[in-house]
């Protein structure tokens, strides 16, 4: 395969976690007039470009449904609303996690139920799921973590064992397939983030909800627009949640790029393992069953905090996905977790470590990465990766 031309950044040894600016030039054309045919259409809210996009999403994933909204957040609480979670109902997340994954739930008014993760995927642990459910469960939230699926075979299998409904969070899932199906169209409803760092990112906010179930996608389209049934109709309180119509005309676009993207992902985070591999370190742990779109490629290391401080220093960009746990935020106080209650989820808070990771990556920035890494690695002997030690 082809590597990417490396950018001039690469003459001042800088390589950065993200370059949407890469992106941008390789479609600058295609995006200019998709929103310059926006704007001549002068429909600046929902209108064509909104019902495109949407239409083109539901034949990439496989189903009938997608609802485009502000924010991958509002998705959520969208999807929970119209499962009919709400005050004294609970939602089992995993505890590894973003933290909209629990303030969707806390906004309808309902108590996220957090679980542990899995130490070698870093995805919820379902065997740690039905222990957790109690009378008020409602619904399970699983989370595509980094780009790979959630073992769905295992979480559908409860759901239907307990009459609970599946909302997943694929935020970071866009064209992760699992088996056959994609992510998002497992359960009762999917919620995507449009976030412009994602696999498949607007140049702003945006979100959608993806289903099958006609009255639950109607629903979701009223709690979008103010829980309109028709125009000056409103049948139920909704907010202003609508997917802004250039954002549409963007994400219409980058749709046709996005499977040649997850592959050149893919191809990076091939490189990536196979190097680290020749040097003893460990690659991701991937299941079998899953694609794996590669949002985030990463590393793991006990020394975390001087292993992200050589490769600044070596001017390679990391981040950190999450460093504070939800229940030891401030913000979750009330749920009464105590430090200790999800162990694996905090070993990783304090050495999970994601590497450089876009489409437009090329061949000396990887070997750049991994050159610095494979240093550390050396000159510690302590760094891990999510199947342990190496």
């Keep these: 395969m082809l590597m990417n031309v490396c950018p001039n950044s690469l003459r001042r040894n800088i390589v950065p976690f993200v370059d949407l600016k890469a992106q941008y030039q390789t479609i600058r054309d295609e995006v200019r007039t998709a929103i310059d045919n926006v704007l001549e259409s002068t429909q600046f809210v929902l209108g064509d470009a909104v019902e495109r996009f949407e239409?083109?999403?539901?034949?990439?994933?496989?189903?009938?449904?997608?609802?485009?909204?502000?924010?991958?957040?509002?998705?959520?609480?969208?999807?929970?609303?119209?499962?009919?979670?709400?005050?004294?109902?609970?939602?089992?997340?995993?505890?590894?996690?973003?933290?909209?994954?629990?303030?969707?739930v806390s906004t309808v008014g309902a108590k996220p139920v957090l679980v542990d993760c899995r130490e070698d995927t870093y995805e919820i642990d379902f065997e740690l799921i039905e222990p957790a459910l109690t009378a008020r469960t409602k619904v399970i939230m699983p989370v595509h973590l980094y780009g790979q699926s959630v073992d769905m075979t295992a979480i559908m299998e409860i759901a239907r064992s307990y009459h609970l409904d599946v909302i997943e969070d694929a935020a970071q899932a866009h064209g992760t397939r699992f088996l056959t199906k994609s992510c998002g169209t497992f359960g009762r409803a999917g919620c995507f983030s449009f976030y412009p760092g994602?696999?498949?990112?607007?140049?702003?906010?945006?979100?959608?909800?993806?289903?099958?179930?006609?009255?639950?996608?109607?629903?979701?389209?009223?709690?979008?627009?103010?829980?309109?049934?028709?125009?000056?109709?409103?049948?139920?309180?909704?907010?202003n949640s609508r997917l802004d119509t250039i954002q549409a005309a963007v994400l219409s676009v980058k749709l046709r790029h996005l499977d040649r993207w997850n592959a050149s992902r893919s191809a990076h985070a091939a490189l990536y393992s196979d190097t680290l591999q020749t040097y003893g370190v460990s690659a991701p742990a991937i299941d079998p069953r899953s694609t794996h779109t590669f949002h985030l490629y990463v590393v793991c290391s006990p020394q975390r905090d001087e292993l992200q401080k050589h490769l600044r220093d070596l001017g390679v960009q990391t981040g950190i996905h999450y460093p504070i746990p939800i229940?030891?935020?401030?913000?979750?106080?009330?749920?009464?977790?105590?430090?200790?209650?999800?162990?694996?989820?905090?070993?990783?808070?304090?050495?999970?470590?994601?590497?450089?990771?876009?489409?437009?990556?090329?061949?000396?920035?990887?070997?750049?990465?991994?050159?610095?890494?494979?240093?550390?690695?050396?000159?510690?002997?302590?760094?891990?990766?999510?199947?342990g030690d190496f």
């Excluded at 709690?223 to 139920?236: A, D, F, M, P, T």
């Excluded at 009464?336 to 989820?345: I, M, N, R």
């Excluded at 470590?353 to 090329?362: H, T």
């Excluded at 050396?378 to 999510?386: D, F, G, I, V, W």
Aim: charged content about 25%.
């Design 55 to 104: 239409r083109e999403f539901a034949t990439y994933l496989g189903v009938k449904h997608v609802i485009g909204v502000g924010s991958g957040l509002d998705a959520l609480r969208f999807a929970l609303e119209a499962s009919g979670v709400g005050p004294g109902d609970e939602v089992i997340i995993p505890a590894n996690t973003f933290i909209a994954t629990a303030l969707a």
């Design 198 to 239: 994602k696999n498949l990112g607007a140049y702003g906010d945006g979100g959608a909800v993806v289903t099958d179930d006609n009255d639950f996608a109607e629903r979701v389209r009223r709690l979008r627009n103010y829980g309109q049934k028709s125009k000056y109709i409103h049948v139920e309180k909704g907010i």
């Design 327 to 387: 229940h030891l935020q401030e913000a979750y106080r009330e749920l009464d977790y105590e430090k200790g209650t999800f162990p694996v989820t905090e070993r990783l808070a304090g050495q999970i470590l994601s590497l450089p990771m876009f489409p437009e990556l090329c061949g000396e920035q990887i070997e750049l990465v991994v050159k610095a890494v494979c240093e550390f690695a050396a000159s510690t002997k302590r760094l891990r990766s999510p199947r």
